[in-house]
């Protein structure tokens, strides 16, 4: 992401003080790529980095990491949150099927096309799996609104991973219903 897709995410007003952090303190951490705009985009390059700021910790958890694990994982929820409530005020809700996107669909290009290649990633983080379903099927659809506006992107690849994590999504809940002896509701999506 750019310094100002960053502060509009994370709902900071001064995009320069993100770029200052991201240039300083942060750059060890950060990989940095050039956009065809001119603009530099960031992305945390440390596995073991993402995990921590997401309060995902891994191996001894040192004195007082308890308190701070749960603030990171409550941080890094709401702004999975606030992602996805981001798109769906632009885009219209999930039930309708994104009205605005089916009536425009270059609004799929919207913030250089961040949501078509990861807005089920945020969902999944937040556990919004019926919201994944609903986007991957074309059910309630006159036509697959996910599918063209990774067509628009040219981001092909991207909506098959969406489409195997769905599927692998609803496997997992039919595979816990039949180990738990219930019927699964899940099945039909699988």
């Excluded at 019926?130 to 628009?152: F, P, T």
Aim: glycine fraction near 8%; proline fraction near 2%; hydrophobic fraction near 35%.
């Amino acid at each position: 992401l750019d310094c100002a897709q960053l502060a509009k995410f994370a709902d900071i007003e001064n995009f320069e003080r993100i770029r200052n952090f991201l240039l300083t303190r942060f750059r060890p951490f950060c990989g940095v790529l050039k956009g065809t705009d001119g603009e530099d985009s960031y992305y945390l390059y440390h596995r073991s980095l993402i995990d921590f700021v997401c309060g995902r910790f891994q191996g001894l958890t040192l004195s007082g990491s308890r308190g701070l694990e749960g603030e990171l994982k409550h941080a890094a929820r709401a702004a999975h949150e606030r992602i996805c409530e981001y798109f769906f005020n632009v885009w219209g809700s999930v039930s309708e099927h994104f009205p605005a996107l089916q009536g425009d669909m270059s609004l799929s290009e919207l913030e250089k096309g961040y949501a078509v290649r990861h807005l089920i990633h945020h969902l999944n983080a937040v556990g919004r799996t019926d919201y994944i379903e609903a986007l991957v099927s074309a059910r309630g659809q006159s036509r697959n609104c996910w599918y063209e506006a990774h067509d628009q992107t040219g981001d092909w690849d991207g909506y098959f991973r969406d489409v195997h994590l769905a599927r692998r999504i609803a496997a997992n809940a039919t595979a816990t219903a039949y180990e738990t002896g219930e019927k699964s509701p899940k099945l039909g999506e699988e």
